[in-house]
């Protein structure tokens, strides 16, 4: 059974920056796993953030950017903002299946 | 402005079925490639099911073929999850998810979601 892994939490200070990553058990994230990343704050509906690896919508704040981090996919923040602090989610293709898998999700923490 | 509204929710006893609805307007629905992810209480994301523009094309998360249907009436702009044989772990909250186009899975709208309990 496929599995898709994030950091469980990460701590970072205001002003800072973080790297999430997400890697699958099939092996190395490529860019045709197409990864999009979530992010949802408690009580709310999750909200896109990035999607085909690196873009980013009209909505996504300056500050996140999407990429390619060696065999993962990996999300940045850049210069944290308290209001940052949220639950991060990754989902990535998965072609063979063609079934798409989410990650379990990262508790960011800014402190 | 892109609205995605769920509803159908409820308690439902195991073994039961339920059928979801999502209303979708402020876009061209019958344009759009459409998804159903869920959320169990305390839980991460867990995706459902994937539907084409013209319903000809579905596919589905392992542990709920078989049981459950996607499928759309692009004439009342609605996405449908006919949800059977339900299970204690199938309560979560359904979200009504919006694709960019048809390939690369650009995911972007959410609805709010409506709350399944499966429960005796």
């Known amino acids: 059974q496929t599995v898709v892994t994030q950091e469980p939490s990460l701590t970072v200070s205001p002003g800072g920056t973080v790297t999430l990553t997400c890697a699958s058990s099939t092996g190395a994230v490529t860019s045709d796993f197409y990864p999009n990343w979530f992010q949802q704050k408690p009580g709310q509906a999750p909200r896109s953030l990035i999607y085909?690896?690196?873009n980013k919508h009209s909505w996504t704040p300056a500050r996140f950017s999407g990429s390619l981090l060696g065999d993962k996919a990996a999300l940045t923040l850049s210069g944290v903002q308290p209001e940052d602090e949220a639950e991060y989610y990754c989902l990535l293709y998965h072609g063979g299946v063609q079934q798409g898998l989410f990650g379990g999700g990262t508790k960011l923490t800014v402190l | 402005e892109v609205q995605l509204v769920e509803s159908g929710g409820g308690l439902v006893q195991p073994g039961g079925s339920l059928r979801l609805s999502c209303a979708a307007s402020g876009f061209t629905f019958r344009s759009y490639w459409m998804h159903w992810v869920r959320q169990a209480p305390g839980k991460g994301l867990v995706w459902v099911a994937r539907?084409?523009?013209?319903?000809?094309?579905?596919k589905y998360a392992d542990s709920v073929k078989g049981r459950f249907t996607i499928s759309r009436d692009n004439a009342r702009n609605t996405l449908f999850l006919q949800m059977n044989s339900l299970r204690a772990e199938d309560t979560a909250v359904y979200y009504c998810v919006r694709e960019m186009y048809g390939y690369a899975w650009p995911i972007d709208y959410w609805g709010q979601g409506t709350l399944v309990t499966v429960s005796p």
């Open positions: 539907i084409s523009v013209d319903g000809s094309a579905t």
């Open positions: 085909n690896t690196d």
